[in-house]
């Protein structure tokens, strides 16, 4: 660890002497006056993506001092106005004077796109009403801007990212055995995403959006500017699912020079390493930026260790005014060692140790984007987003049937038993336009949002090859061939139309969606059911589903800063038969899997009291009908899973967000700094109301979700302290493991609550910056995820206390 921080210091103290030195920052004032010319007090004026944000006095003025020298985009906002964007130049010791003049609407058509999303000092807020073609009218929405989080990025830490999304539950496997963390909301099942549409830059990313959402790549929160988050009810735009859609947007070079470097190395326990080289800039008509990452760790656990690279490129051309093209292409290369899972009494004795050697697993990802946006007048756009998914998963692991008790012995030979060797490639393509436009109805203003998305997607599964009895990643066959072969396609074209009616402040969106999907499988399959003989056959399935969605959202204008949404809106989840073939685990499926359909409702308020709070607080519900989950029943063996319709269920509760700046109370200039606090707490009561598990609650549905965090900002310097509490959770519906019970192989039973503090700090001088941060402060040994598949199965135990510290340069 010692040589390879003095390896991260060297490049550092060079550039840092040749940049000569500790300069001085720059302010930056102004005036921000009405079309009249009349002060405009209490408007929101911030430095894009930064944590530089202020509002403007009784007179207009505002004033925003120590900022690093450099080039910015400084944002005015005011509900009820047009947000102003304005491009300056701060310089060292120098006072920049800026002005903005903000336009008043008026009964007179709404043009397209006005708005930007709101962001408070600490980095989080909600949508706007529209934005880049997406209609986000009475929809509860949040927005992060990563650049003011002082967070654990370069190991993509989600507690201390997210955390400020209130109910944000994750599966911390990233280093445990998978390429990512999971995350769900609302008592939703976090492991792999599945229950979240997950994006980049506005298009999928997953290999198949119905048959495997799986979430093998994530872009690394290193290179991400900003995550916009919609919840259940995104489903007439995005998409049937339940559980909303994250969207995760990367860097742009800057939009005044042609290029613009940054570099970044980050250290940190366990031999991590993170090296980030990014660029990107705008040369006449083309914009331009790419990153890439070469990331590798030892893991905290023996067998943990994790090689990967990502990278991202993009080119944008503005062919007009009206007319913007680009193209995007993703890159992820991993090799990850598994660890494997553990039992309860394992995990009590020691939760870092491993019994696994031999388990790997690779996920190969490339994404091919194209974007465009066609700007039909000023009323009216047109977007376009397509990508193709050409990615794997390759696996190669001990069987794991027997359960993590079983040990991974050596015959009397002298080697290993073989392993199991799984393999699956995707190949998809996915196109999603999307027309906006705003009209008049009488003295009724609205806005018209229609579109259609079309899936073509492909998958080749091969499993129970028998592989060799190495400890290397293998994927070669020895001795035999697959015991399953399949492919499969999913086919969806789903058009759909919503209208935003403007009645003075109350705006009312009713929408409808309409799904077309065909799902087909054909192969051979290996039934092992009779452990006296196996049984090849073959298999040709087709199934299609028509599924009609509707829904409304309202929404209401309290004030100039404040707002009501509400919202009712169907959900669909199909069963194909990629969900019937699971790959690499150890349940058993019920062949006779029906479809879940329910739907999303919320109830809110958000927005900004004053120069010194921001909350957003609001009330769900949500209901499912002929719900999916796993009972543990006893075997000839022992207990084993069985994934079936449950029954139906509801989930219910309570989601709060409120942000603090303190000395903001008392001057919008404090010369002591900038202290402020954060409260996101989620009540989440999921629970079967019907079927044999009636009272029970979901799987993976912790009740209380509390997080605290505390944030001190001094000119450069800013630290950030985060308190996070989970209470427990079950793994299955039976709720096994309330009485005492305990599995022997740790794949059900309970999840008990914990809590974990985290320190996070940057330090910014001139074109440089310091980040130092301790994960898991106190040392907590817990965990947040059971599974019957792999990276397990069985108790999959979250890191330890674990510090980093990384420098950044940009030239």
Not at 57 to 68: F, H, L, R, V, W
Not at 366 to 394: E, G, H, P, Q
Not at 528 to 546: H, K, M
């Amino acid at each position: 660890m010692r040589n390879m921080i003095k390896k991260l210091l060297l490049p550092f103290s060079i550039c840092m002497l040749s940049g000569a030195v500790f300069a001085q920052n720059g302010t930056l004032k102004g005036i921000v006056m009405d079309s009249t010319g009349a002060a405009v007090e209490a408007a929101t004026v911030q430095i894009e993506n930064t944590k530089f944000i202020t509002s403007t006095d009784s007179k207009g003025n505002y004033k925003i001092e120590n900022i690093p020298a450099g080039s910015y985009s400084v944002l005015v906002d005011l509900m009820g106005s047009n947000t102003v964007e304005k491009k300056t130049e701060i310089k060292e010791k120098h006072t920049t004077e800026l002005n903005f003049s903000l336009l008043q609407k008026v009964t007179q058509l709404q043009k397209v796109e006005v708005s930007r999303p709101f962001v408070s000092g600490q980095g989080m807020g909600h949508m706007p009403e529209t934005y880049e073609g997406v209609n986000y009218s009475g929809l509860k929405t949040e927005v992060l801007v990563l650049d003011s989080l002082d967070a654990n990025k370069a190991q993509d830490n989600f507690r201390e990212t997210l955390g400020r999304l209130p109910g944000s539950n994750y599966s911390e496997t990233e280093g445990g055995g998978f390429p990512s963390n999971g995350i769900a909301f609302r008592g939703l099942i976090p492991a792999q995403s599945t229950e979240i549409q997950t994006r980049q830059n506005g298009y999928n990313l997953s290999g198949d959006v119905y048959g495997y959402p799986e979430s093998y790549y994530l872009p690394p929160l290193i290179a991400v500017s900003e995550i916009q988050v919609i919840r259940g009810e995104s489903s007439l735009q995005f998409g049937p699912q339940f559980g909303g859609v994250i969207n995760y947007i990367i860097k742009d070079g800057p939009l005044d020079k042609p290029w613009e470097f940054n570099l970044e190395q980050t250290a940190g326990s366990y031999d991590f390493v993170s090296d980030v080289l990014s660029g990107g800039g705008t040369y006449k008509k083309w914009h331009y930026f790419s990153f890439v990452q070469y990331k590798a760790t030892d893991g905290w656990r023996p067998n943990s260790d994790v090689k990967q690279v990502t990278g991202f490129a993009k080119v944008e051309y503005d062919a007009s005014d009206r007319f913007k093209i680009g193209i995007e292409y993703t890159l992820l290369r991993n090799l990850i060692h598994m660890p494997g899972g553990l039992t309860d009494a394992e995990f009590h004795q020691n939760p870092d140790q491993s019994f696994r050697a031999r388990n790997w697993l690779s996920s190969p990802w490339n994404l091919f984007a194209l974007t465009s946006t066609y700007k039909i007048s000023d009323n009216s756009s047109l977007t376009l987003k397509s990508v193709v998914n050409n990615s794997a998963r390759n696996l190669v692991w001990k069987n794991e049937d027997g359960g993590p008790q079983q040990a991974d012995s050596i015959t009397p030979t002298g080697t290993y038993m073989p392993r199991e060797v799984e393999r699956e490639s995707f190949l998809s393509i996915t196109n999603e336009l999307r027309l906006l436009t705003s009209w008049n109805l009488g003295s009724v203003q609205s806005t018209f949002n229609l579109g259609v998305r079309y899936f073509q997607g492909e998958m080749w599964r091969e499993e129970s090859g028998p592989g060799s009895t190495g400890t290397n990643f293998d994927l070669n066959l020895y001795g035999g061939t697959w015991g399953d072969s399949l492919y499969f396609t999913t086919t969806n074209v789903a058009p759909f139309i919503e209208n935003t009616f403007h009645f003075g402040r109350l705006s009312v969106t009713p929408g409808f969606r309409y799904e077309y999907i065909r799902s087909t499988a054909i192969g051979i399959v290996t039934d092992n059911s009779n452990p006296l003989v196996s049984n090849t056959f073959q298999t040709s399935i087709a199934r299609t589903w028509l599924i009609p969605l509707g829904g409304c959202a309202v929404q209401f204008k309290t004030s100039d800063f404040t707002n009501i949404y509400g919202n009712i809106i169907q959900a669909y989840e199909p069963t194909t038969y990629e969900n019937l073939t699971p790959i690499g685990t150890t349940a058993k499926i019920d062949t006779s899997l029906k479809d879940v359909n329910g739907y999303n409702s919320d109830l809110g308020w958000r927005g900004k009291a004053g120069r010194f709070i921001n909350f957003d607080v609001d009330v769900f519900y949500m209901t499912f009908n002929q719900e999916i989950g796993y009972e543990t029943l006893p075997g000839v063996n022992g207990l084993y899973q069985y994934e079936t319709n449950v029954g139906n269920s509801v989930h219910k509760g309570v989601e709060t967000y409120v942000e603090v700046h303190l000395f903001k109370i008392f001057s919008d200039h404090s010369k002591i700094g900038d202290f402020s606090f954060f409260n996101s707490y989620a009540y989440d009561d999921s629970r079967y109301v019907s079927g044999p598990y009636t009272g029970n609650f979901e799987e993976f549905a912790p009740v209380n979700i509390e997080r605290i965090g505390i944030n001190y900002t001094y000119k450069n310097f800013s630290v950030t302290t985060l308190y996070s509490f989970t209470s427990l959770a079950y793994a299955d519906a039976t709720n096994f493991g309330k009485n005492g019970e305990i599995d022997p192989t740790g794949e059900v039973g309970l999840m008990p609550a914990y809590h974990v503090v985290d320190l996070s700090s940057t330090y910014k001088i001139k074109n440089y910056a310091i980040q130092f941060g301790i994960s898991n402060l106190l040392n907590a040994k817990y965990f947040n995820l059971r599974t019957n598949e792999y990276p397990g199965p069985g108790i999959i135990p979250a890191p330890g206390i674990n510090f980093y510290v990384g420098l950044s340069a940009t030239f």
